[in-house]
Structures are given as structure tokens and as C-alpha cells.
């Protein structure tokens, strides 16, 4: 099993595509990793974000303005 540190190589890449509005199942496929992986690594970025949906996260990563969460958007970037 990997540590932490060795499986990030995917969170970046996970990120980015999630920011497209890939589902796991097209994320895991382009990536060539097992769906959970997928599912995990977006679970870990709801958690450390402070999202609560995965629009809220495919939103951030998107780039595109949150409507309600607008005030983060404006903390994180200070």
C-alpha cells in the first residue's frame, strides 16, 4: 500500500478533470486508476476544501464564481 505522499501523484490530475465535470468513472478511465482511487482522492479534496457537494468543488476547480460561496472564494484568495 501507498503512503500519503505517493498517492497525491494522482490529486492534481483528479482535480483538474473533476473541474471539467468528469464523472469517476470518465476520471478513472483517462487516468487509468481503479474508481475508488477516483472516489477517495474526491472525497479527501470535499474534506479539505470544506465542500459539502461535488458542485461546490467542480465549481472551485472550474474556476467558475460560486454563487453562495463567494465569501470563501474571497478569504482563500487574500
Known amino acids: 500500500m501507498r ?3 505517493e498517492q497525491i501523484g494522482v490529486l492534481l490530475p483528479i482535480y483538474r478533470l473533476a473541474g471539467q465535470g468528469l464523472s469517476d468513472d470518465s476520471i478513472a478511465e ?3 486508476v481503479p474508481k475508488s482511487k477516483v ?3 474526491i472525497a479527501w479534496l470535499l474534506r ?3 465542500f459539502t457537494t461535488r ?3 467542480v465549481q472551485y476547480a472550474s ?3 460560486m454563487v453562495l460561496g ?3 472564494q474571497a478569504k482563500i484568495a487574500a
Open 3 to 5: 503512503i500519503f505522499w
Open 48 to 50: 479539505f476544501l470544506k
Open 39 to 41: 472516489q477517495s482522492c
Open 55 to 57: 458542485n461546490e468543488l
Open 70 to 72: 463567494h465569501a470563501r
Open 30 to 32: 483517462k487516468l487509468n
Open 63 to 65: 474556476g467558475i464564481p
